[in-house]
């Protein structure tokens, strides 16, 4: 069977797509960016790779048009446009349309359960786009999930964060709020369930796990399974605004997603009746159990994907193949070079900075960049990174993308996605003399960008003095 599956570089898709191959599927992976897909890791002849911006009708022909089944997995939430709902909608249009030319007999697409008249943008969105989908001629099945539990997934991160971080929690009322969640791997097995199963045609599917429950509960559950004591006072007098930086300075979210996220927490989402875990013979997993395999994968350095690596500022949009050439004109650079008696080692430690392992030297002083990152409404620190040992093109580092990465090239080039007048590189090359070269690139923006590069000169002679010498030891 030939399968388009969209937003290959997501969350959900990053699950789905080896389940697809390893059933035997030949599959079209949609992605903006090749640079940030990996097809090397899947060691399969069944995967290709198109480069397609559904915002963009120009890039649509390069869709197959034999394709048997498309799988609709777009959303632009975690994007800081402000008017995502409208991306989402042109977005939804221009699949329509291409999808409609080709031989698809069947569209999954996996939206939010929406059973109340009053939604969330985010809701709305979501809805709308299943309104667009339906007006096509293929056939549509769609799966409506809540809250998703899974190791990466941006509701088991904000959780995480929240249990782990603060031992006594004052915390908005909408923390009441009934919610039914479902497993990761529940939802790919709902998602692969459905594939051109007749009987699912033009229907949606409201789908979660055996557990209905308030934010709170969840809370204290996710506490009990990591043998955490934790307290939970709720209060009515934190507003939308005060709740979303709640969110914002406590978890790795950006300001932009928890305004979303709050919006759509004030309203339940509760799984109604339905036959689709007999039909597929699925088993829905309970909601301390989905932790339990959540942290199974993370203990194991087996994340998959994560929220994370989704685009959520503007600054790549452009493309990693663009930002990833560093300028060299009107730049300002601290540029250090030193000899490596063990180049093995110093390069496991470059390929393991950040997150958890830190920056190696002054980490209290990148804590504090990353504090005032927040306070400018930027990333901060608290992405952290998805494996302790390996990163790829297009994953989060801290406050950083990874543009481009070679073990044999023995080279790391790094992008600040913090709050700059101006633009950011970090690079890290070993050559065949041993001798690390670790370069910072910055590039300007008016006035104020030259401030700021002689403002932090000082500490910069610093952390970058100090981190090249704890790579060398």
């Known amino acids: 069977m030939k399968i388009l599956l969209t937003g290959a570089t997501g969350y959900i898709a990053q699950r789905l797509l080896p389940v697809l191959l390893d059933k035997g599927h030949e599959v079209i992976c949609c992605v903006r960016d090749k640079n940030r897909f990996h097809p090397n890791k899947y060691s399969s002849a069944n995967l290709s790779v198109v480069e397609v911006d559904f915002l963009r009708k120009d890039t649509l022909s390069s869709i197959p048009l034999d ?111 009934k919610t039914q969640p479902i497993a990761i791997r529940n939802v790919i097995e709902y998602l692969y369930g459905v594939l051109l199963n007749q009987s699912t045609y033009n229907k949606s599917y409201d789908i979660g796990g055996t557990n209905i429950l308030n934010y709170k509960q969840m809370l204290l559950d996710f506490a009990e399974v990591r043998e955490l004591k934790r307290l939970i006072f709720t209060v009515p007098v934190l507003s939308p605004k005060l709740s979303s930086y709640w969110l914002y300075f406590i978890t790795a979210t950006s300001y932009s997603l928890a305004q979303n996220l709050v919006n759509s927490m004030k309203i339940e989402v509760i799984c109604r009746p339905n036959n689709l875990s007999g039909l597929l013979k699925i088993n829905p997993i309970n909601y301390k159990e989905s932790i339990k395999l959540a942290f199974e994968k993370i203990e194991h350095q087996q994340v998959i994907s994560s929220w994370k690596d989704a685009l959520t500022t503007d600054v790549l949009n452009k493309g990693i193949s663009e930002s990833i050439k560093v300028p060299i004109h009107g730049c300002y650079k601290d540029k250090r070079k030193i000899f490596l008696e063990n180049p093995d080692s110093a390069l496991k430690k470059i390929w393991a900075i950040g997150g958890d392992t830190g920056w190696y030297y002054a980490n209290f002083l990148w804590k504090i960049r990353g504090f005032i990152d927040k306070l400018e409404g930027g990333v901060g620190l608290r992405r952290g990174r998805k494996n302790k040992f390996e990163i790829e093109a297009g994953e989060t580092l801290d406050f950083w993308r990874v543009l481009y990465e070679n073990k044999d090239e023995k080279r790391l080039l790094l992008y600040a996605e913090m709050k700059l007048p101006g633009e950011a590189w970090l690079e890290f090359k070993i050559d065949e003399k041993n001798f690390l070269t670790q370069t910072a690139t910055f590039r300007p923006l008016g006035l104020l960008g030259r401030i700021y590069w002689y403002s932090v000169l000082p500490f910069h002679a610093v952390i970058f003095r100090g981190m090249i010498k704890r790579l060398a030891e």
């Open 67 to 177: 394709i048997d089944v498309a799988y609709y997995l777009i959303h632009s939430m975690a994007s800081s446009t402000p008017n995502f709902e409208q991306l989402e909608e042109i977005s939804a249009h221009n699949f329509k349309e291409v999808i409609e030319t080709t031989k698809a007999q069947q569209v999954v697409y996996l939206s939010g359960i929406v059973n109340e008249e009053r939604l969330s943008k985010h809701l709305e969105s979501r809805k709308n786009v299943e309104a667009i989908l339906q007006s096509g001629s293929f056939e549509l099945t769609t799966l409506r999930a809540g809250i998703i539990i899974g190791s990466g997934s941006a509701s088991f991160e904000i959780i995480r964060d929240l249990v782990e971080k603060l031992p006594v929690m004052i915390a908005p009322k909408w923390l009441l709020t």
